[in-house]
C-alpha cells in the first residue's frame, strides 16, 4: 500500500460498515472522503462548518482536534448530537487518524 493512505471505517445509516482508503496527501477531510466514496453525507455548506449534513459519531479511540466555536455553534443547532459527535468536514485526513471509526448520524 502507499505511504499516503490511511484507512477509517464509515459505518453508514443502514448499519453497513464500509472500509475506506483516504490519502493523506490531498488536504481531504472526512466528509469529502465520505462523498468520494458515495457515502450518502450531504456537505451542503462545503465543508465549511455551516450546516451539519455531514454530522457523525466517533466510536474509535482517536484523539482529535477540539471543536472549533464554529462547529459547536453548529453542532448545537444539530438533531441527534451525542457526546462522540462531530462534522466530518472538520476531522482531517492526516496519518494519526489512521483506523478511524465512525457512524454517519440520522438525518432527521
Request: aromatic content about 2%; some cysteine.
Amino acid at each position: 500500500m502507499e505511504n499516503n493512505l490511511i484507512k477509517v471505517t464509515v459505518i453508514d445509516r443502514e448499519d453497513i460498515e464500509h472500509c475506506l482508503d483516504a490519502p493523506t496527501d490531498m488536504s481531504m477531510n472526512m466528509m469529502e472522503v465520505c462523498k468520494s466514496h458515495e457515502l450518502p453525507v450531504e456537505g451542503t455548506c462545503g465543508g465549511m462548518a455551516l450546516c451539519a449534513s455531514c454530522h457523525m459519531y466517533i466510536l474509535s479511540e482517536h484523539t482529535l482536534s477540539e471543536p472549533s466555536e464554529d462547529e459547536e455553534n453548529m453542532l448545537d443547532q444539530a438533531f441527534f448530537v451525542r457526546p462522540n459527535s462531530r462534522l466530518g468536514c472538520q476531522i482531517k485526513i492526516t496519518e494519526d487518524i489512521d483506523g478511524l471509526k465512525v457512524q454517519l448520524a440520522p438525518v432527521s
